[in-house]
């Protein structure tokens, strides 16, 4: 079976009215690439690849020869596709073909993600099957609180009531934008909203400098956090994770800034870390995202991958090291999310229950391709 036909497009959710900012950048606007391929049997798959920059860079790869490495290759390798994709970063054609590093590990996920769903569906089994089938249904949290022009405590409430109210269980709110007296009293709101017998996460996005981690540690206790998430600047987070680590007894989670499965790698040989976050439409697609969690497993260590439930669902199902996946469920937040496909799995009560169907299980809405979609390939 080969590949016989490839479709690129580039995903773009609407411009947010209000916009949500984290620690100490906007979110952006919601991006995706999607690669659609299919084989000369008739089995389409498609795949994913997310970013918080413009993919307009990696679609134009596949019109500049990329495509060429895909089609006619064997649709049931999709190891040996993601090693000759990937391989092309350390190669000369990428400079001379002026292709980045960064797009190329993008596109070579996003293609990886295809290829699974293409081998599901080739064996009639959806893919947290043939990832292992440890469950068939994953705990879901939602992300939340994030900071808003104009928002107070009064709309913070009315946001969580709202979540609440929908039936979650696990909260993830965002902190480290204001100060950590504002940024208690916020929790002191959420914890108030959703009780204590509730699940909370807090993510700084990387906005605090190592004295203030250790400080905003030891103040967090009081809300028992489930895991502190990304609490340190970029630039020496894993020697500056290892150092809080050893300052507190929460549970510290970092892995959806890593560029590659290498720098999750190291997350865990200096035991910075408890829960891993990488994010397989980012970097690796499930081929890497299988041998992260089965790393994270023998060094006793969960997996939560960053964004995409519906897509990193196969993968926490499929391993015991899965822990949970992050959930969206406010369409201002993920509009395009929202709409995307016509059979979301469902998530009620704290918990998504993964679809039966081959591959992803997931069917695109066409309508919503077309609707935040443009055709480059």
């Excluded at 440890?134 to 409430?157: F, Q, S, W």
């Excluded at 020496?236 to 892995?255: F, K, Q, V």
């Excluded at 994270?296 to 993968?315: G, K, T």
Aim: proline residues 5%; aromatic residues 8%.
């Amino acid at each position: 079976m080969k590949i016989a036909e490839i479709e690129v497009h580039l995903l773009t959710g609407p411009a947010e009215a209000r916009q949500h900012w984290v620690s100490h950048y906007p979110v952006p606007v919601g991006t995706d690439l999607l690669v659609r391929l299919r084989t000369d049997t008739g089995i389409e798959g498609f795949g994913l690849g997310s970013s918080n920059a413009s993919l307009r860079a990696t679609a134009q790869m596949f019109r500049d020869g990329l495509a060429d490495y895909i089609v006619g290759a064997d649709a049931l390798a999709p190891e040996r596709l993601h090693e000759t994709l990937f391989s092309l970063t350390h190669q000369r054609i990428a400079y001379e073909k002026g292709w980045p590093k960064g797009a190329l590990v993008l596109a070579a996920a996003a293609v990886d993600i295809a290829m699974w769903d293409i081998m599901g569906k080739a064996c009639a089994q959806p893919l947290y099957r043939l990832f292992g089938g440890h469950r068939d249904a994953v705990p879901a949290y939602v992300t939340c609180a994030y900071y808003i022009e104009g928002k107070g405590l009064g709309e913070l409430r009315d946001e969580m009531e709202m979540l609440k109210a929908q039936g979650h269980r696990a909260f993830k709110a965002k902190i480290g934008g204001v100060s950590l007296d504002e940024d208690m009293e916020r929790l002191r709101v959420i914890r108030d909203v959703i009780g204590m017998d509730t699940e909370l996460m807090v993510d700084v996005n990387g906005g605090w400098d190592l004295p203030t981690a250790i400080e905003g540690a030891r103040r967090l206790a009081e809300f028992r956090p489930r895991w502190l998430e990304e609490p340190v600047r970029w630039m020496d987070d894993r020697r500056e994770l290892a150092m809080l680590a050893r300052s507190t007894a929460i549970p510290l989670s970092a892995g959806e800034s890593e560029p590659t499965p290498w720098g999750c790698r190291a997350l865990l040989e200096e035991q910075a870390i408890r829960i891993l976050q990488f994010d397989c439409t980012r970097m690796g697609g499930f081929t890497m995202g299988r041998k992260l969690a089965a790393l994270a497993e023998l060094n006793h260590v969960e997996v939560a991958p960053h964004h995409d439930c519906f897509l990193h669902a196969h993968i926490v199902a499929g391993s015991p090291a899965g822990l949970i996946v992050e959930s969206f469920t406010d369409p201002e937040r993920d509009p395009l999310q929202a709409e995307l496909f016509e059979n979301p799995p469902r998530i009620e009560g704290g918990v998504l229950y993964l679809n039966d169907a081959p591959g992803l299980g997931l069917t695109l809405s066409e309508k919503a391709v077309a609707k935040f979609g443009e055709r480059v390939v």
